[in-house]
Structures are given as structure tokens and as C-alpha cells.
């Protein structure tokens, strides 16, 4: 794992070409069709109900196609999280838009279209730079993330539905799982105890874990996540492990940031490895990481309890 | 202009107008400025350019007034969108922002735009 310290500037503003193809054309395709929709209703309200009410259709959410199209993929909600916070930076440059339309465009239409653009813009990006310097001046950078208690209450429900204790080996996440788990009221009959692994030769250490393994496959990879959970279910005695490693900053042993590997390991020796490898930003993917953490630690118990319920 | 050919016209433009910054928005890093772009005023931009250029644009300053109306309601479905897309998942937090938008600005619009 890398060390915070050397934690890069990752999210230093500019443009990567390579991102465009990021979206896919059916995502596009998706966007267009959003829009078309949109421009047609508040074209549509107007001519029945007069411009002024129309135009309170320009403002539409943007936020849901954005969302809708992320769906699809397993990481979305961190990721639309994100969306909607810039979401909020651009309605409040969306305002200044329309004010701007409102008082110029009784002019002359071309010049008080593109002084509501630029002001939509001023008024985004000045706002967008603010709360960067905010969040720079209060140490945001270095945060930790901000997940509610209540995404972990399920996991610890689950584990004393069923009377099962947990041992957790974290590197990536530095513990943050284990702090959100044992917060839960009745944590303490469930949670055996965890490690934060941090580096090679404390999960070879702490876990047992052969430096070979390590050696081969690196740090960051579904044999060295495995290891580490079938290492902290073995050193706790625990009936269920469960372990996370990944990459959060910059690139590690040649592995690229965002791409994480979370091990579950059951009392019968079964385990399930989840990679996660979209690259959210340095802050953002250990919220990511957590996230999707608690959710496959929540899915392989409910699972678990459905085979043992199971007549038979 | 035949108001269905208005219509169009305006359906087509508001959907290249919304792809074409959704498209910007990816070129630009972190995600947050892309959030930035996909809350573009890009509908906007292309309803009203059609409104100016065919209707007029008194027309166009009026649909703008009211454009301010569901501006205001976004900055309010924004801000209560973050904490609902977290609480209650993409699509139920997005629906449930989206439908607090429709009803601050139709209460704004009712108030302010008779």
C-alpha cells in the first residue's frame, strides 16, 4: 500500500481526452434521448400553458439521466454521490442563468444567450474553486468518508441473526470498515476483532500469510485478499473473514488506483472475491471501498442464512 | 412555424445540446466538474435559442423567468439529492430529488408566476 503521505494531488483539475470514451454510446444515446424529451415537454407546456410556466421545464434535473445510466453499474452509487455534488455547484450556475436570460435576452437574444453561458460558468466554476480551497483549508483532502452508521447495522444484524462472529484484515481502508462495524449497538457479540495490514510485512505478520504469495501475485491481487481473510478468520477464531486491499492514490507495484479485491470467507472454508477497479479519485475510493465491503459482507450472510434455512 | 415542427426542432437541439456538454463534462477532471456539466444549462440553452430566433425574444425572457422559478427548486432538489441518493439508492434518491424539484418549483412557478 502506499503511504498517505505520499498521497498525489490526483484530482488537480484538467482535461483527459482519453475519458470521452468513457461514456458509451448507448449512455449517449440515453442522454440525447433525456434531452430530446425535456426540450419537447417544455416546448410543449409552452404552447399550451404560456412560456413562463414552459420555461420552468429548462431546469429540469439533469441529476437523473446521469444517475439512471450508472445503474447499471455495480459502483454507481459512490459515483452518482459524486455527480450530484457538482450537481448542486451547477443548478446554483443554472440560477445564474436564468436570471441572466431573464434580464438580457429582451435585448438581443445572441448576446444574452452567451452572457447567461458565461455566467452559468463564472458562477460554477468560482463556486466549485471556493469549496476546493474550503475543503483544502479544513484538511478535506485527507478525510475520511462520510458513510452513515446505518449502512453498517445490516452486517452486524445479519452476523447475530445467525450467531456468527467476524475477524476483518484491512490495508486499503485503514480500518475505516472495523470503526463503522463496531459503532453498531451489539457490535460487541458479533465483532471478534480486526487488523489494519498496511504493509507487506504486517500482513505477512499479523495474518501469516506466506511473503511468497505476496511476492508473486502482489499486494494488491484476489490471492493476497483471500489470504488475508482466511488469515484474520483463523487468528481470531472467527466464523466469518473478511478482507480488503486495493489501491486508493497513486498507481501501486504497477496496479492502478481504484482497483480493490474483497475477500469473504465463510466457517466452511468457502470464500467470494469481488474486484472493484473504476477509479473514483484518492478520497472517493475508499468510500467506494467500504461501501461495497459492507454490501458483499451483508450479501454473503443473508446468502449463507438462506442455505441454511433451506429444508433439508 | 407549424408547433409541431417547433416542436421537433426544439427536441433535437435540447438532445445534441445535452450530449454535447455531457460529452465536455467527461474531458474534465475530477468527477466533480463533470457533475458540473451534466447540470448544464444545456436544455435551456438550445429551447431558448429556438424561442428567440422563431417566437421572439420576449418570448424566449419570459420562458427564462420561468426558468429561474425551476432553478431555484434544483438547487433545492440538489442539495437534498445528495443525502437521498445515498440513503435511498440511484434511482428511488434520484426520483425522490426529481420529484422534490417538481414540487418546489411548481410552488415557486404558482407563487411568482401568475
Avoid at chain 1, 36 to 41: F, G, K, N, P, Y
Avoid at chain 2, 98 to 111: D, I, K, Q, R, Y
Amino acid at each position: 500500500m502506499s503511504d498517505p503521505a505520499e498521497r498525489p494531488d490526483e484530482e488537480r483539475p484538467g482535461f483527459e481526452l482519453r475519458k470521452l470514451s468513457r461514456i458509451s454510446p448507448r449512455e449517449y444515446l440515453i442522454r440525447f434521448a433525456f434531452g430530446a424529451v425535456v426540450s419537447a415537454v417544455a416546448a410543449i407546456v409552452t404552447l399550451a400553458f404560456g412560456p413562463r410556466l414552459g420555461g420552468l421545464f429548462l431546469a429540469f434535473p439533469a441529476i437523473l439521466p446521469a444517475t439512471l445510466t450508472l445503474l447499471e453499474k455495480k459502483e454507481g452509487l459512490p459515483q452518482a454521490a459524486s455527480d450530484i455534488r457538482g450537481a448542486t455547484i451547477g443548478s446554483i450556475g443554472m440560477l445564474g442563468f436564468a436570471i441572466l436570460a431573464a434580464a438580457l435576452l429582451a435585448r438581443n437574444a445572441g448576446l444574452g444567450l452567451a452572457a447567461a453561458l458565461a455566467g452559468w460558468m463564472i458562477v460554477s466554476f468560482a463556486l466549485y474553486s471556493a469549496l476546493r480551497l474550503l475543503a483544502a483549508a479544513v484538511g478535506e483532502r485527507q478525510y475520511l468518508p462520510e458513510i452513515p452508521t446505518v449502512e453498517a447495522e445490516p452486517v452486524i444484524a445479519a452476523l447475530r441473526g445467525r450467531e456468527a462472529t467476524l475477524a476483518l484484515a484491512e490495508s486499503c481502508t485503514g480500518g475505516t470498515i472495523a470503526a463503522l462495524l463496531t459503532n453498531v449497538p451489539g457490535a460487541g457479540e458479533v465483532i471478534r476483532g480486526g487488523f489494519v495490514t498496511w504493509t507487506d510485512e504486517a500482513k505477512a505478520r499479523c495474518l501469516g500469510i506466506d511473503p511468497a504469495i505476496i511476492a508473486e501475485h502482489g499486494a494488491v491481487s484476489p490471492e493476497v485478499a483471500r489470504e488475508m481473510a482466511l488469515g484474520a478468520r483463523r487468528a481470531l477464531g472467527a466464523d466469518i473473514g473478511m478482507a480488503i486491499t486495493g489501491v486508493e492514490g497513486r498507481p501501486n507495484d504497477g496496479r492502478p488506483p481504484g482497483l480493490t479485491y474483497i475477500c469473504v470467507t465463510g466457517a466452511d472454508g468457502r470464500n467470494w472475491v469481488h474486484r472493484h477497479s473504476h477509479d473514483h479519485g484518492a478520497g472517493r475510493n475508499r468510500e467506494r471501498d467500504v461501501r461495497m465491503a459492507l454490501r458483499h459482507l451483508h450479501q454473503t450472510l443473508t446468502s449463507m442464512e438462506q442455505r441454511h434455512d433451506r429444508p433439508g | 412555424m407549424h408547433p409541431f415542427l417547433l416542436v421537433m426542432i426544439k427536441a433535437l437541439l435540447g438532445g445534441t445540446a445535452v450530449v454535447a456538454f455531457a460529452a465536455l463534462g467527461e474531458l474534465l477532471r475530477p468527477r466533480g466538474l463533470a457533475g458540473i456539466f451534466a447540470a448544464a444549462p444545456s436544455v435551456a440553452l438550445a429551447s431558448l435559442a429556438v424561442t428567440s430566433a422563431v417566437t421572439g425574444s420576449s418570448s424566449a425572457a419570459a420562458q427564462a423567468v420561468g426558468m429561474i422559478a425551476g432553478a431555484a427548486g434544483l438547487v433545492v432538489a440538489s442539495l437534498l439529492g445528495i443525502e437521498s441518493v445515498k440513503r435511498l439508492g440511484a434511482l428511488r434518491g434520484s426520483l425522490a430529488a426529481v420529484t422534490v424539484w417538481l414540487l418546489v418549483g411548481a410552488s415557486l412557478g404558482a407563487l411568482f408566476l401568475r
